[in-house]
T-cell receptor, first 109, second 117 residues
Framework: KQEVTQIPAALSVPEGENLVLNCSFT??????LQWFRQDPGKGLTSLLLIQSSQREQTSGRLNASLDKSSGRSTLYIAASQPGDSATYLC????????FGTGTSLTVIP | NAGVTQTPKFRVLKTGQSMTLLCAQD?????MYWYRQDPGMGLRLIHY???????AKGEVPDGYNVSRLKKQNFLLGLESAAPSQTSVYFC????????????????FGPGTRLTVL
């Protein structure tokens, strides 16, 4: 069974700092990996999707990388802003989604 | 487009009561899913549907039933609620599912917070 782990569980950084969130998974037989954002009391919003044949994807200040062979992905957030405060979840897909438990990010003004 | 909507947003039940959660999507997606989210455990798939009239079990199906009578709606039922079913329930939908592999993102509803006393 696929297991997805995210470290750290919580992170607090000052505004403007660059930061990295980590995601690891146990089974490398995945189709793609996605990063989601979840705001308190809200559903999930997709941020980036990386196909298994890709190494990275970029969207604005966000960059996600994927190393399928080692079972790892990172989400890099540049020049963090208070509006980036949320929980970030990664999910790998095979025949269904397998979600990590998320990293709760707080960006302090 | 409203996307994915869920009804109700909040509900408190007593042990043994029943209820139905409604999910509706207006994106003409074939595939729909019900998840529960619990602290420290991430999202876990309860049931899913690959088209109108179909349903299938996910990772944690016990104590739940589902129906997909119309393409745009996916209902989740609790016949006899238990405190262990206290959770936040999310519905999602997606379009692409190729060769047994999910190839597209999922679109999530805002969630239903259920408390069973």
């Amino acid at each position: 069974k696929q297991e997805v782990t995210q470290i750290p569980a919580a992170l607090s950084v000052p505004e403007g700092e660059n930061l990295v969130l980590n995601c690891s998974f146990t089974d490398s037989a995945i189709y793609n990996l996605q990063w989601f954002r979840q705001d308190p009391g809200k559903g999930l919003t997709s941020l980036l999707l990386i196909q298994s044949s890709q190494r990275e994807q970029t969207s604005g200040r966000l960059n996600a990388s994927l190393d399928k062979s080692s079972g790892r992905s990172t989400l890099y957030i540049a020049a963090s802003q208070p509006g980036d405060s949320a929980t970030y979840l990664c999910a790998v897909t095979g025949n269904q989604f397998y979600f990590g438990t998320g990293t709760s990010l707080t960006v302090i003004p | 487009n409203a996307g994915v909507t869920q009804t109700p947003k909040f509900r408190v039940l007593k042990t043994g009561q029943s209820m139905t959660l409604l999910c509706a999507q207006d994106m003409n997606h074939e595939y729909m899913y019900w998840y529960r989210q619990d602290p420290g455990m991430g999202l876990r798939l309860i049931h899913y549907s690959v088209g109108e009239g179909t349903t299938a079990k996910g990772e944690v199906p016990d104590g739940y039933n589902v129906s997909r009578l119309k393409k745009q709606n996916f209902l989740l039922g609790l016949e006899s609620a238990a405190p262990s079913q206290t959770s936040v329930y999310f519905c999602a939908s997606s379009q692409l599912y190729t060769g047994g592999w999910l190839t597209d993102t999922q679109y999530f509803g805002p969630g239903t917070r259920l408390t069973v006393l």
